[in-house]
Nanobody, 126 residues
Framework: QVLLVESGGGSVQAGGSLRLSCAAS????????MGWFRQAPGKEREGVAV????????GYADSVKGRFTISQDRAKNTWYLQIDSLKPEDTAMYYC???????????????????WGQGTQVTVSS
């Protein structure tokens, strides 16, 4: 059974930092894309960061560039999202997901992602 389990969310004040983790089990995702997405109440799911696991190449949504960093520890089958300079508008449920890159490669579009975690809540107060 493929499982993605997020952790590390919490309630923080604006300007703070969090590191989210996504632990994968049940499958070896070599060659896959791993992505981080978020969804705030009443809003569509938004892709914020992706990484091509085999090469470590990363991509980010324009809205988070410079504040979010995606990284991986392949030995631990774990992926991370470092979030710095948190803003109230970063408040959302954050999800990790995995997909085969296919012709389009790794993009932050939240479509065709095969595996999803259950999410971890990030709440930022002003």
């Amino acid at each position: 059974q493929v499982l993605l389990v997020e952790s590390g969310g919490g309630s923080v004040q604006a300007g703070g930092s969090l590191r989210l983790s996504c632990a994968a089990s049940g499958y070896t995702f070599s060659g896959y894309c791993m992505g981080w997405f978020r969804q705030a109440p009443g809003k569509e799911r938004e892709g914020v960061a992706v990484i091509l696991i085999s090469s470590g190449s990363t991509g980010y949504a324009d809205s988070v560039k410079g504040r979010f960093t995606i990284s991986q520890d392949r030995a631990k089958n774990t992926w991370y999202l470092q979030i710095d300079s948190l803003k109230p508008e970063d408040t959302a449920m954050y999800y990790c997901a995995a997909r085969w890159p296919g012709p389009a490669g790794c993009t932050t579009e939240p479509i065709s992602w095969a595996y999803w975690g259950q999410g971890t809540q990030v709440t930022v107060s002003s």
